[in-house]
């Protein structure tokens, strides 16, 4: 790399959102992931304050409507349900619940094991050694299991199954971190930040945090598929979300019986389930890349290739 | 007549993201019977590329060879099929690496892993083991027969170099080539692995092929020399005759960087009074003491050089005087205050007068930060030195005070070279205004132009800032060239200190004069000389 000649002025950086926006048209994979995922997340926000009446209304004639009828209401235009209700505005209306509940567990679950596993791996034996523990009692209790007593005890609802859903995912996040930690403070750069002068807090966060949390978002993503069926499970149970409540996970559940007649039941909201999923994977693959400095390039030239 | 290997007009190019790389443009060698070649040149020049084409090495796709070929006993390799290649390779041409432990399979004995060449190339297993132990005790393994069936990670690095050269040897190859054999090893180890491979060649005649940035390495072993620079052949010679007279500028300024030429430093007026003062320093780990009862004294101003082989206990010196780990037992006095057992409070106002410039700058920066976070964070720790508004033309001035420039300032770490990224770090440890900086082999990973560059650095902002220097060091020539005085360690010990004058010309250990006898000197008739003077010791002991 050639040493310029023009020294003295100091370059002007574009501000960081017109750069991550250039980015993500760049890949396009990831440009359709964030537009499928922003369009879900505006149905869960505004779909059951303008749908939950149809969405609940029975309707006998359209009892397991066929889809891609596109004579009928657009509602029916992914079918209706055993009940004759309308396939595409169950859909919208429980993508809030959906959201809410897969999105609340990861997060929450994320958050409380990547804190323990830095707290685990960059403090003394001892209390990594109770966090270890306790992480081995979490993971070798059955983690359905742990759920169906938990939520037998309590009253099944949207917070409790959050509660539960990300406590039983804790220890994912934990084992990650601590390996991961273990490995990174032994590097070159956290002992020149010691040299410095630089917290403890400093170099867990600005040092070890943003080498760990790739790898910490893709588990998540995968995780977000995970806690979607599972939450589905626990409603199929019925600990979970109750009807009329609605889930993506419930109504795969609920169009189990009409598997051979009508399979647009479950098929309509598990492809919701899929499609988020790998919209999710997507899109946190492209993160991975736009976050490393390293990689970044990828996404910088991609166009001049073409 | 034609000779054993013989590389004619070769052309490799590498297809990558950022466009097409020339490798190698238009390159010819040959290598005859019982001689040895070096390929001489710096990281980056194209030296290993010719080497691992003989060899098949080279990926295609990225790597294309675009014309040239490549001779060996008068047949073209790169026409020949794969499997026609892999019945030559290792057998009648075999190759040992720079590091030699991520080149043996760590789970599989010694042993089994010499003897896999042979039965590889159909020997029975029985008669492999014998030519495995055979080797062993050629190579110079102590105990051969037991260490047979252990494990790579239970040899130090020398003699892992050794099993390397033995599995090398199995099935006697007529071209041996090893690319920096040596580098990974101590000075000492590297002058008995390059006798050890200068005597297999005259025992079995086979042609030598020895790639190597050192320009001592050439003249201790070589008989005909190629320099190479970005992707190009320069000069092509015997080795004295390039040495003497090198005609490519390039060469020259090889030649020109080593160091070890120049005036050594008068030692400083010692009536001022020290500003580091290390009393009994000792580090213990159980029953091994890595570091016992060392005691030294910096100079405000002083370059003070720590030389000595690897586990000596010099960088585990500078980690306790740092606090990076913590001192069993003894002092060090910092302006007349213990390091040792100071409060974590006074430690932090202390981390601004002692810097450290660590060995290499790859590793030392973190690889997500830009260039402006890793200088600046510098003042996020320590908001008193400077408020934020001025952060980002003081990250110039100290950029431009290393020798890069404004432009650099939003780059990452990966998108320079080795010496800038070492140009950054001292830039790092500038940036806390200190007044001592600790360089642990700061320059060993650069190339020699880039090591006398950063030297040059250095020196510059000593004499414009004052600055102290505590310089651990294996490279004795660069430490004569910059030290003020030297401090000899061995075993965690220190067996020997003075001005670096005093050390050099008159050693008064044995261990020091061992030191000296081994490092290797780019002039083929002083290093004739050395030899002859390891050899005395030899057999003085």
Redesign the interface.
Known sequence: ?A?????????E?PPAWLSILKMLWRDKFALCAAVFLTVIVLCAIFGPMFLEDQAMRNNLRGRNAPPFDFSKDWKFWLGGDALGRPLLARIIVAAQNTMMVAAGAVLFSMAIGTGLGLIAGYTSKLGSQIIMRLADVIMSFPSLLLAVIVLYMLSPSVTNLIIVLAITRIPVYLRTTRAEVLEIRE???V?????????TW?IVF??IL??VFPTLVTIATLDFAFVMLAESSLSFLGIGIQPPEITWGLMVAQGRPYLTNAWWLSFMPGLAIILTTLSLNLLSNWMRTA????QR??LE?ARK?K | MSHLLEVRNLTVDFHTAQGTVHAVRDVSWHLDRGECLAILGESGSGKSVSASAIMNLIDCPPGEIVTGEILFEGADLLKKSGEERRQLNGKRIAMIFQDPLSHLNPVYTVGFQIEEIMTAHGWPADKARARCLELLERVGIPDFANKVDAYPHQFSGGQRQRLMIAMALALKPDILIADEPTTALDVTVQAQILALLEELQRETGMGLLLITHDLGVVAEVADRVVVMNSGQIVETGSAAEVYRAPAHPYTKKLIGAVPGGGDMAQPLDTGIAPILEINGLSKHYGAFAALDNASLTVLPGETVAIVGESGSGKSTLAKCLLRLEEASMGEALWQGRDLVTMPARDLFEMRRDIQMVFQDPTQSLNPRMSVYQIISEAWAIHPDILPKPQWKERVRDLLEQVGLSADHMFRYPHQFSGGQRQRIAIARALALEPKLIVCDEAVSALDVSIQAQVIELLTRLQDELGLSYLFIAHDLPLVRDFAHRVVVMQGGRIVEQGPVAQIFDAPRMNYTRNLMAASLHPDPEVQAERRAARDAIKEAS
């Open positions: 790399m040493v310029s000649e023009n020294s003295g002025t100091i370059p950086t590097r070159m750069f002992q020149a930040a010691q040299v410095m002068g630089a917290s400093r600005r040092h943003p080498v976050l490393d400095p390293v390039w990828r030239i290739k």
